[in-house]
């Protein structure tokens, strides 16, 4: 199978999407990839697959490479003989945070016709969203834990009891999110928040809780990964999170109850379908007493999660060939042409 695997992006999180897409050259080892990266100004280039490195992006020597349009069903590189087309079964989005979990990107591929795997653009828009995300939760009857929601013209007051964690609503990656223990600590905490985002929410900081990670998609059947629990120390920063997305080694599954496990699995199922039908996604949940409440919705996790999955690269197979398709409308111009014969008979 021919995979153009989509990376960069106009991001915060740009340089770790770079390292996922490296990692994919691990994972996917029986499939023809052709890697296209996007970068800061938002144009694509066909990198090869022997320059894949990090410095080839840190440096800018990637603007050697060949430059590419999107245009109707796929990929091409302009040349003196016109255009050519990048040959391509699907287009892998791995560009996390903006431009690749926002919807920008699944409305592009939707409006050229490129088949992809990756959440669709209502999806995006409210995986994307950590205060959409609480509200799609809520919908599905998927319990979260409380919030606050400030942006940054608002007072700087809150009323839960702290501790508290602070997180930027539309980010990831831990990028501006900090643990506040006491009052006098909110307002530095909003500052560095801020910076990433105009709008914050707060949620009440739980020490030790359980946190659980679910990932898997909807082929022709239900695809669960295991469940992990991630090692962690307090909580998981940028700097862990950024060697999470080069994972290709498979973790150990947690030792946990069965009805966690159903618990768990019954969430994910109610969150997934069918908004994200077409997506590998991965969500993350905290136990609490008992009972499990969604934390968040990773909607282009890093790496793809490849590392909960068996057999990753067979489930893509899969996936690739029980996408989503719009329906096909039909233009005739048939109420067009019964004014015009009206106006005619008239």
């Known amino acids: 199978m021919n995979i153009a695997i989509l990376f960069g992006g106009s991001s915060y999180e740009h340089e770790v999407s770079i390292v996922s897409a490296i990692t994919m050259k691990k994972v996917l080892k029986k499939s023809t990839l052709q890697f296209v990266f996007v970068d800061a100004m938002r ?119 702290y501790p508290v964690i602070v997180k930027p609503v539309r980010l990831g990656s831990s990028i501006g999110l900090s643990v506040v223990k006491t009052p006098e600590e909110l307002d530095y905490a909003l500052d560095v928040a801020f910076e990433f985002d105009s709008e914050v929410i707060i949620e009440p900081f739980i020490e030790d809780v359980k946190e659980y ?87 282009v996790p890093g790496s793809l999660a490849n590392y909960l999955f068996d057999d990753f690269e067979a489930m893509i197979m899969r996936l690739s060939r029980n996408l989503p398709s719009e329906e096909n409308i039909v233009i005739d111009y048939q109420y067009i042409h019964s004014i015009q014969s009206a106006k005619g008979k008239a």
């Not at 992809?116 to 653009?121: G, L, M």
């Not at 990932?215 to 629990?229: F, R």
């Open 43 to 161: 144009d694509f280039y066909l990198i090869e697959n022997d320059k894949m490195n990090s410095k080839l992006f840190s440096s800018g020597a990637y603007k050697k490479s060949k430059k590419l349009m999107l245009k109707k069903t796929g990929f091409f590189a302009e040349g003196m003989f016109g255009s050519k087309s990048i040959e391509t079964d699907v287009v892998l989005n791995l560009i996390h945070g903006r431009d690749g979990e926002d919807g920008k990107i699944a409305s592009l591929l939707s409006f050229y016709a490129v088949p992809f795997i990756s959440p669709r653009t209502e999806a995006s828009a409210l995986s994307f969203n950590k205060l959409y995300t609480k509200c799609l939760a809520q919908s599905v009857g998927v319990k979260t834990v409380s919030y606050e929601h400030l942006s940054c013209e608002d007072v700087r007051e809150i009323t839960m009891p």
């Open 213 to 299: 990670n679910q990932a898997g998609c909807h082929t022709d059947h239900w695809e669960l990964s295991i469940i992990e629990e991630p090692q962690k120390d307090g909580f998981l920063d940028f700097d862990k999170k950024y060697m999470d997305f080069s994972r290709d080694a498979k973790v150990h599954e947690a030792q946990i109850p069965e009805e966690i496990v159903q618990q768990i699995q019954e969430s994910f199922k109610k969150i997934y379908d069918p908004l994200f039908r077409g997506a590998v996604v991965r969500c993350d949940f905290f136990e609490i007493e008992g009972e499990v409440y969604l934390n968040e919705i990773n909607p």
